[in-house]
Nanobody, 128 residues
């Protein structure tokens, strides 16, 4: 089970930290990723982290502003979001899949069809 939290309303330029707490899985050799979906738009893969080698990936739309990290003791993955823009407004989801093949590395991208376990979304609204 994945539990996403931390969404809310923030002004442009502000920050939020999303959390994804994973229960029922031992996160060895898993990839945990963040996606978002804005109204009327397709779901977008934003970032991933591999628990086996620590590799990360960021989509161009968030690179340099968002940071993914993991607290293995808490079985939780975070998405620190800085310099938020109105176009970041969306429902944010976390998801995970066992990494039988490398799935998370720079340049590859994050694809929702590859993920088996999903959390409920958390809404982020960026508005003045």
């Amino acid at each position: 089970q994945l539990q996403a939290s931390g969404g809310g309303s923030v002004q442009p330029g502000g920050s939020l930290r999303l959390s994804c707490e994973v229960s029922g899985l031992t996160l060895d050799y898993y990839v945990i990723s963040w996606f978002r979906q804005a109204p009327g738009r397709e779901r977008e893969g934003l970032s991933c982290i591999s628990t086996s080698d620590g590799n990360t990936y960021y989509a161009d739309s968030v690179r340099g502003r968002f940071t993914i990290s993991r607290d293995s003791a808490k079985n939780t993955v975070y998405l620190q979001m800085n310099s938020l823009k109105p176009e970041d407004t969306a429902v944010y989801y976390c998801a995970t899949v066992r990494e039988s093949l490398p799935l998370c590395y720079d340049g590859r991208g994050v694809y929702d069809y590859e993920y088996h376990y999903w959390g409920q979304g958390t809404l982020v609204t960026v508005s003045s």
